[in-house]
């Protein structure tokens, strides 16, 4: 292997505790509505165990459990508040040694990622590892916009592959969702590793297709031993 590929989110990042952070702010917000009639703390709660089932339409959930008519405006705003919290986010304990020794081996080293451009890219920030990489791509960002770009289509790999000067045979990519993070296999000889941790948040998604990852592996120090 001459590059490695990483995601973010729940790769090297919590994507859990991202979330967390995010629901605290929320939390704190609507506790300031007398129609809530709770504390923080028991909103957050709350909003954790609405997540056991489903991490989607949270807040509208949320409503109904108050018996509270749903409002787009209100949701729209604690939407907001969650996207732009300030994050207390660390990496998880075996990034900083994987990328270190993967550069010491002269891997080059590369991102991609969907999601909000801004949140991924602060996320790099936050934690440290904003210079590791050769090649950053934000799928939203590629396509100005145009969610097709996200994953698994193929043109941020394809520019991946044209920026670093790697072949697709020459590349791994490490991610977490079984929905899109190893379906790129079935287009390019591209090699994927799927890494388990503690409260992924796609832990019990679906293969897409049914298509799985060449190796799984439960730290990224595995990846040392696959190239």
């Given at each position: 292997m001459k590059a490695v590929i990483f995601d973010i989110d729940d790769t090297m990042i919590s994507e859990y505790d991202y979330v967390m952070g995010g629901y605290?702010?929320?939390s704190a917000r609507l506790s300031e509505d007398e129609d809530v009639a709770m504390s923080a703390d028991e909103i957050f709660e709350k909003l954790k165990e609405l997540s056991r089932t489903s991490?989607?339409?949270v807040y509208n959930r949320f409503?109904?459990?108050?018996g509270i008519p749903r409002d787009e405006k209100r949701v729209q705003e604690l939407v907001s508040i969650y996207r732009h919290h300030k994050?207390?986010?660390?990496?998880y304990d075996d990034v900083r040694e994987t990328l270190d020794a993967l550069k010491e081996?002269?891997?080059k080293l590369g991102i991609i990622s969907d999601g909000d451009v801004a949140r991924q890219k602060n996320k790099l920030k936050i934690t440290g590892i904003e210079n590791d990489f050769d090649c950053v791509i934000i799928t939203d960002e590629l396509g100005n916009g145009d969610i097709s770009y996200r994953?698994?289509?193929e043109r941020s790999y394809i520019k991946m592959s044209e920026t670093l000067g790697v072949d697709f045979s020459d590349m791994l990519y490490v991610g977490?969702?079984?929905t899109k993070d190893f379906f790129i296999s079935t287009k390019y000889p591209i090699k994927t590793a799927r890494i388990i941790r503690e409260h992924g948040i796609y832990a019990?998604?679906?293969y897409r297709d049914g298509i799985t990852e060449d190796y799984r592996i439960e730290s990224l120090r595995d990846v040392l031993n696959i190239i």
């Open positions: 605290r702010a929320v991490y989607k339409e409503l109904d459990f108050k994050p207390d986010l660390k990496l081996k002269g891997i994953k698994p289509d977490d969702n079984p019990n998604a679906e």
